[in-house]
């Protein structure tokens, strides 16, 4: 599923292309994958693209939105007109040479003779059109993991000591902390030499301050590398390109291989039902 650093990197390049510009139409391949009227968007100017944790919204004149969630395999690509379209890989779910595909689910027109293609294999994603935040629960939200503003030290402190479960789970609680996923959860723990399994309120403050700093400077690095295309290459930029921060990951995915620090074998555990990878030598 698409992380903090996925859906950041498909705002900025969205906002890039669609500011200022109107929607002509929307037409819906698949009803479960829009939720609402695509008439109440229909001629209505776009104000910007932002982000809440991991829902990319389009904010439209008159307090409209459409909030989108990529969810496992969605994605966001837009085209205009004649110009050269991105095409590496032309077999598979993913690929996008040819749009719309069989997993094109949704298409927004714009009038610049440019489209958004809405493409989900699992159909888990959805387009919502919004008129207030709750409709999202956005209020539910935690702060952003990558803002230092937001994520103080203090709300890290407060959140940890009240609980002891193992500290992966707590980062990954979209309520205590928005954005992060089991990517950049594993990276983190690992850039900060914490165990993922460490009890949350026994962390003391030097390793607070170092896991709050990693889990920022993680989350920014990788949305520098336009974030992660994972080994089913689900996730893409709105040109259809991958991202790249997947050939800077440290652990996640590579149980069985050496640690880059110490040399030692990075290990595999399920913890809540995830993948987690971790250095029996470097975290503690």
């Known amino acids: ?9 498909i705002r900025l390049q969205l906002n890039n292309v669609l500011k200022g510009l109107k929607i002509t139409g929307i037409e819906v391949l698949t009803k479960k994958s829009f939720l609402g009227d695509p008439g109440e968007v229909k001629g209505k100017k776009i104000i910007g693209v932002r982000r809440r944790a991991k829902i990319t919204i389009i904010e439209m004149e008159k307090g409209i939105s459409l909030a989108i969630h990529l969810k496992l395999t969605g994605q966001l690509i837009f085209r205009k007109g004649t110009e050269k379209k991105y095409c590496e ?9 040819e749009l719309p595909n069989k997993f094109t689910r949704v298409i927004i027109s714009f ?8 493409n989900d294999l699992r159909i888990f994603g959805w387009i919502k059109v919004i008129n207030t935040s709750s409709e999202i629960g956005e209020e539910k939200f935690g702060p952003e993991a990558n803002d230092k503003k937001s994520f103080t030290l203090e709300y890290f402190n407060s959140i940890l000591s009240k609980t002891k479960k193992p500290i992966k789970l707590i980062i990954l609680d979209q309520e205590k902390l928005a954005g992060v996923g089991n990517i950049y959860a594993n990276e983190s723990l690992y ?4 165990l993922p399994t460490r009890q949350s309120s026994f962390l003391n403050d030097e390793e607070t301050v170092k896991l709050r700093d990693s889990i920022i400077k993680v989350l920014n690095e990788a949305i520098k590398h336009k974030g992660s295309s994972d080994r089913d290459e689900a996730y893409r930029q709105i040109s259809g390109e991958k991202g790249t921060h997947q050939n800077y990951l440290k652990v996640y995915g590579k149980a069985g291989q050496k640690c880059s620090k110490c040399g ?3 290990k595999r555990i399920s913890l809540g039902g995830r993948g987690t990878f971790y250095c029996e030598k470097c975290q503690h």
Not at 1 to 9: D, G, I, K, Q, Y
Not at 111 to 118: D, S, W
Not at 191 to 194: C, G, K, M, P, V
């Open 1 to 9: 599923m698409p992380e903090l650093p996925e859906v950041e990197t």
């Open 89 to 97: 890989q032309k077999d598979g779910p993913f690929a996008v040479c």
């Open 111 to 118: 009038n610049n003779r440019g489209r958004l293609y809405f």
């Open 191 to 194: 850039s900060a030499e914490i």
């Open 264 to 266: 030692g074998i990075i």
